[in-house]
Structures are given as C-alpha cells and as structure tokens.
C-alpha cells in the first residue's frame, strides 16, 4: 500500500479555510465523458448552500443505486472545475482503499444537510 508523505504542519486558522460541509447525494448518475470512471453526482448542502455537482471517481468501491440518499462530505469553497462536459462545483471527500480506489468518507449518524465539519 503506498503511503502519500505527511502534508507540512498548519495553524488552526488554516484549516478554518477549507469549508468542509456534510450533504446528501439527491441524484447519482453515470459520467462516461470522464477521462477515468466517474460517477456525475447531485449534492443537497441545505439551505445556506443548495444543490452543487460534483464528479466522483468512486466507481469501483460503490454503485449507483446505493449512492442516492446517502450523506457525504465535501469541500464546499473550492472554485468550479470543469472536468469534460460539467462544471463539478465541490470535491466530495474520500479514501484510497489497498488497491488505491476511492471510499467515500463516512457519517457515522446522520447529520443536517450543511453542517461545517470543525
């Protein structure tokens, strides 16, 4: 299993920067314009937020049908990026497993839609 090297030390108000909010994937659907497989998915943050797209290499460790409903984490204050044909607006979070495919990170209980993670 590789491991990436340790990022350099921050302060407190650096990770303050990066606005990591939880939200709930309302729509999940192919993305074969991607260059690696995709996923194209639809994030409800909540009010304060609203819908954002996101795309998601998550296509090995989970399918479409079990991605509809659940809560996610994601980097809400990154800009647009534009990957193919869509503008994918958060970068949802995740973990490489042994063989480096994506997992989504974890809710442990479900949470309000938009909650900061701290």
């Keep these: ?3 990436e090297d340790v990022a350099e030390e921050i302060g ?3 990770f303050l920067k990066v606005d990591i909010r939880v939200g709930t994937i309302v729509e999940a659907e192919p993305f074969p314009e991607a260059r690696k ?3 194209r998915l639809t994030i409800d943050f909540g009010p304060e937020i609203g819908l954002k797209k996101s795309s998601a ?3 090995i460790r989970h399918s479409l049908e079990e991605l509809v409903g659940k809560q996610v984490m994601a980097v809400v204050n990154f800009p647009p990026r534009q990957i193919g044909p869509m503008r994918s607006q958060v970068l949802t979070l995740g973990f490489p497993d042994e063989e480096g ?3 989504l990170a974890a809710i442990s209980h479900g ?3 938009g909650g900061r993670l701290f």
């Design 111 to 113: 949470v309000p839609n």
């Design 57 to 59: 290499q998550i296509t």
């Design 12 to 14: 407190f108000d650096d």
């Design 1 to 3: 299993m590789k491991h």
């Design 37 to 39: 497989p995709a996923f």
């Design 101 to 103: 495919n994506v997992v």
